[in-house]
């Protein structure tokens, strides 16, 4: 009995060691490596859209963010779109469980989120995007 209990608490050792080092690893990252990585080239703000592109079309709250993000990437606004399911890594270091959200990125890291398709979602994206294009 003492043998599996120094086994359990060796593996759990390794665990958090793992789990730390990796936590370390990330923090590490360079801001503009954390940019690269998500697809988004240069610095400054840039939008990260998770969404079904699917539902581009729809005319529910999930559609009208779509449309609207990808018209602003259209003026000009670095624009990177993932597909849920389809960049594991990205959405999991930006800890991203709903679809749509929509990342305000800065040199990589996350001024503002928004998730969900609710009427007020949908303005506070669009009232964000147009704040976005009067600052360039």
């Known amino acids: 009995m003492k043998r599996n209990w120094f086994a359990a608490a060796g593996v759990a050792l390794i665990v958090v060691a793992i ?3 990796k936590r370390w690893n990330q923090v590490q990252t360079p801001v ?7 697809g988004i080239s240069g610095t400054g703000r840039s939008i990260l859209l998770i969404a079904d592109p699917r539902e581009a079309n729809e005319s529910d709250g999930c559609g009208e963010i779509i449309r609207m993000v990808r ?6 606004i670095p624009l990177r779109e993932v597909a849920p ?11 991203v469980v709903v679809s749509p959200s ?14 969900g398709e609710s009427p007020e979602t949908v303005e506070s994206i669009r009232t ?3 704040a976005i294009e009067e600052h360039r």
């Not at 503009?32 to 998500?38: F, G, L, Y």
């Not at 018209?71 to 000009?76: E, F, L, P, T, V």
């Open 85 to 95: 399911g389809r960049a594991p890594g990205l959405t999991s270091r930006y800890q």
């Open 71 to 76: 018209a602003a990437g259209a003026r000009g």
């Open 19 to 21: 789990v730390t080092y």
């Open 102 to 115: 929509v990342l305000v990125l800065e040199n990589g890291d996350v001024l503002k989120r928004y998730e």
């Open 128 to 130: 964000e995007l147009h």
């Open 32 to 38: 503009s490596e954390q940019a690269k990585s998500a």
